[in-house]
Structure formats: structure tokens, C-alpha cells
Nanobody, 124 residues
Framework: QVQLVESGGGSAQAGGSLRLSCVAS????????MGWFRQAPGKEREGVAAHSPGGSITRYADSVKGRFAISRDNAKNTLYLQLNSLTPEDTAMYFCAAGAAGRSYLDAHSYAYWGQGTQVTVSS
């Protein structure tokens, strides 16, 4: 089993930045590709970004390309998401996920393990 704990969410003004972190513990050799997802009230969970263990694979949703950056520190078992140029449309609960199977890295169904989420709220 893998446990995931997110942190770093909060409130920001439009145009601002936040950095999210996700620490993995337990059977960390199972984390494989890890990703960030988000879910706004009344909307489906959306894949934001994904990162392979060695960094050879990164994926971004079109809505965040050029604004968000995913990174990973394997020594610390930590996944990061740098959020820049935030807009109110980025307001959502952000979830960390791990253990992706297959190659649909922005599909929530691909992931076996999930954190509890961290809230990001962007005001205009």
C-alpha cells in the first residue's frame, strides 16, 4: 500500500503562485507514474499533470500547459506541482495520485492510490 499526503494549498490572487507537495510513504516502490488531479464543485475529476519516476515522461492538461510545472524528488518520495499565473478557473481540490497502470497518465482510472486532497482557491 502507498499513502499520499498533500500540502501547500491555500488562497491566492489571480496571477499568483502556489506550490503543492505530495509525500508518499509505505510501499513507495509501487508509486510508478504519479500525477496531480483536480476537482471543482459539480465537475468531474480532471487530470492536471503526470510524472514518471525518472522524469522521461511528463504530461500536462492543455489548460495548464505553460503555467504549471510538475517535478519529483525520488530521494524524498515527494511530488510537486508549481502553479503559476493562477486564474479563478484553477480553483479546485487538488489530489495526488500514484501507481499508474497503462499509458493514460491523465486518466484518473489509471491510478491505484490517492491522497485526501488540498484545496486551492483563486480570487479575481
Amino acid at each position: 500500500q502507498v499513502q499520499l499526503v498533500e500540502s501547500g494549498g491555500g488562497s491566492a490572487q489571480a496571477g499568483g503562485s502556489l506550490r503543492l507537495s505530495c509525500v508518499a510513504s509505505g510501499d513507495t516502490h509501487l508509486t510508478k507514474v504519479m500525477g496531480w488531479f483536480r476537482q471543482a464543485p459539480g465537475k468531474e475529476r480532471e487530470g492536471v499533470a503526470a510524472h514518471s519516476p525518472g522524469g522521461s515522461i511528463t504530461r500536462y492538461a492543455d489548460s495548464v500547459k505553460g503555467r504549471f510545472a510538475i517535478s519529483r524528488d525520488n530521494a524524498k518520495n515527494t511530488l510537486y506541482l508549481q502553479l503559476n499565473s493562477l486564474t479563478p478557473e484553477d480553483t479546485a481540490m487538488y489530489f495526488c495520485a500514484a501507481g499508474a497502470a497503462g499509458r493514460s497518465y491523465l486518466d484518473a482510472h489509471s491510478y491505484a492510490y490517492w491522497g485526501q486532497g488540498t484545496q486551492v482557491t483563486v480570487s479575481s
